[in-house]
């Protein structure tokens, strides 16, 4: 059908005030934000380049900032997304906020979908709270990141924008709006669309055809693997139909076009139909609840309507790359591919890892925490190889990535005034592990270098192919903490391969031997916990009693749903109702008992929260038979109960207590409220000192002694923030949250239990404080009843030792301190004694010395001594040196202890200027005997832990040194 026979409710070319497709010829740099940011065309790398552009930069900032035109404000990022959400308020969907980057799903790693958070519903888990939403998601996606910057569309961070239904409308309706967005509220040609839909879904194309207008050869149907959606290999699933733009309609509408030639088409949404439920023996029912899932890219839908040729040059990204291109010294108009790929991945990779610093997750070497060092060591290496050096002042000591991250929240900070309020802590993280990388990162380039010189040296002798081994890339990685990414990287910028299948099995062995295969997190959308169906939401009346009756819902045997159970197996029960508070935020489940009718008992460990809000109570039946549907009467344990409400409630007094001593910047990394301690992480530079932990605890003890009452309260999240209330970084929270106050010391958002009164808590001790990772300290401590055990305990300790001292409590400290010195001179003297001893064994040694060499005569020792420690065989050589005079070479070996083997090799100025190395010699000698070693060209040391071998080694060293002093000295 022609453009001017669609539906007048459909036309493409709306009659209203709004900027229509197509805009202005001119490119994205063309807008005035873009304007602001052009550079001076010089791209020389010398100083006075960068003094250039920064003057110019400078210039430009001080300028009258021009105003953005209609048009172009109508095209900018923020306004597609306001429009977004707009278009589908006004149609009766409920405007809800981006969730987490950190989803509240065990199954994922990162939030990579619009529809996470609706997840529970979309599996029926959890009852539906509006019947239609829309939203614009921040996701994150790294399977594809090789080819960030190398393609128009990839990312690592994208925002996704979305509108859901809940059984409130279906296809017909989804079409017709997303239609009527595409053409009418953004003003796209519809002679530009084309759209894909299942090959089977005949409704579908109907809608698109009969009832739109498209024209069949601008449909295309398409297999199950492009347009069938499923959530795993059973469960809610349907067809799903695309839209696509097409950048070059004059090359045809015939039946060979390609919809994913990215040269001519993107597809900018994906509308998703969950109509059916997946069984086990894959056939197809349909649901009773048909939903809807769309999925518009941001970035995508800003590159149409601000017509540039890929994602990166929309406003969205290209301040950043500019940023960057400032820092290079380079102009991004007039760089070539290459730096152009660096300049996006940078650009890219910021977006990414400002979201997930401001969300909570910090670099490290596990889960989340690994992506997050991953994408900031590769923009720290591509802003290497861009030859950006230091920051902006030219420091080579400061961090460049800051620098960036500012204009990445700079930019955002408008639609995310939460990037704002944690922008010092976001930039001071950066700046901590970029400045840490680059140290490592220096001394892997180096080895790497001389790895892949050796590589294309021998290449070119054999007349093969460059090559890597994977021991060597693991090498680096295991041993320089390098990254293997980064090694490929490098390695195909020179042409070098690498035998990955050789590193792979490294890891894996490393893999085994560390037992940190549970680190790994599944990273894919799939069914949740395969529960009863209809199972409703448990309701939680725990907080104001610890007794109830409720009716059990369900029962897990081994995961799998039964209907009874009997006495001795484990289970889980779900009740409709329970005072068991289950481990949330920090806090482990309560413990306790479920009795049915004195007939029947459990024994309850642990609860869990499953999809949703559905309790899992863990136990084993002690009594009796259960079944579903029969009543039980729930009873949490009392006393455990309330060691975790004193726990929780002191936890919240440390964080109160550390923002008033180290720091407002210090926030929650994590935390664990068990029955028995506490234990909080939170971020942080440093090691406390003692008075500063002394300090804390004094505060946390005056404030239990103030006998202050708790007050909490469910309010609106927008209400408690703008009240202070704390909200940890990564947690979910709902529209309505429970905020816990102690009035004048602490207000957090907390689900958790608590004392009703901070006398409950009676005592607070820190037991320990470490760090836990980069950037990530940790406290321990013990409040309440085990705040009294740990006193009563250390207090026994004290009167055994002063028993044993025969001292009293005070005098302890004086009395360890000089039995520490009476060691400690005891000490002293045995090693002289030892030392003596091995200078006398020397001289007896010396006699045994036998020469070597015709021209000149070398002076040799090689023996074992028997009972000598590392420091006295070290004394020994060093004596037979100069008791031999040079020229002499010293081998030693002796068992210092069990299961241990000393090595030390002595030689005089004569034998080194012969090119034979102490340090060299010694290490496959120090090998035979199960360790290594190494020193200086005259001095080496080494260990073992093969003393069986010690014979045969030192045989060898006689024999290989005779053989190379021969050499030598004939």
Known sequence: MEASKLPCSFAPFPSRPKCHFP??????PGHAAFRNYKHSSLISRNKSARGAIQNAAAAAAAAPVQALTEEEEETSGNSIRRRFLEFYAARGHKILPSSSLVPDDPTVLLTIAGMLQFKPVFLGKVARQVPSATTSQRCV???DIENVGRTSRHHTFFEMLGNFSFGDYFKKEAIKWAWELSTVEYGLPADNLWISVYEDDEETYAIWHDEIGVPADRIKKMGEEDNFWTS?????????????????????????????DDTRFIEFYNLVFMQFNKKDDGSLEPLKQKNIDTGMGLERMARILQKVPNNYETDLIFPIIEKVSELANVSYARADDSTKTKLKVIGDHMRAIVYLISDGVFPSNIGRGYVVR?????????????????????????AFLPIVAEKVIDLSSEIDPDLKSRKSRILEELKR????????????????????????????????DPFLSGKDAFLLYDTYGFPVEITMEVADERGVSIDMSCFDIEMENQRRQSQAAHNTVKLTVE?????????PDTEFIGYDTLYSKAVIKGLLLSGKPVVEVSQGNEVEVLLDRTPFYAESGGQIGDRGVLKVNNTAVIEIADVQKSLGNIFVHKGVIKEGIVAVGREVEAAVDAKLRQRAKVHHTATHLLQAALKKVIGQETSQAGSLVAFERLRFDFNFHRQLLDHE???IEDLINEWIGDATALQTKVMPIADAKSAGAIAMFGEKYGEEVRVVNVPGVSMELCGGTHVSNTSEIRGFKIISEQGISSGVRRIEAVAGDAFIEYVSERDNYMKQLCSTLKVKAEEVPARVGAIMEELRMVKTEVSAARAKTAVYKASVLANKAFHVGTTTQIRVVVELMDDTDADSLKCAAEHLVDVLQDPAAIILGSFPGEDKVSLVAAFSPSVVSMGIQAGKFIGPIAKMCGGGGGGRPNFAQAGGRKPENLSSALEKAKTDLVSVLSKKAS
């Open 23 to 28: 805009i202005s010829p001119a490119r994205a």
């Open 433 to 464: 592990e970029e400045l840490r990388f680059v140290v490592t990162l220096e001394r892997g380039e180096k080895l790497l270098d001389e790895m892949l010189d050796d590589a294309l040296g021998k290449a070119k002798v054999n007349n093969a």
């Open 232 to 260: 795993g290999a059973t469960g809610p699933c349907g067809p799903c139909s695309e839209i696509y733009y097409d950048f070059h309609p004059e090359r045809g509408q015939h039946s060979a076009v390609d919809l994913n």
């Open 527 to 535: 069914n949740g916990s395969e529960l009863t169906e209809n199972i």
């Open 693 to 695: 932990l002394t300090k």
């Open 374 to 398: 991953r994408l900031i060591r590769r923009a720290v290496r591509t802003g290497r190889l861009l030859d950006i050096r230091g920051d902006e002042n030219g420091n080579l000591e400061g």
């Open 141 to 143: 996606r790294t399977n």
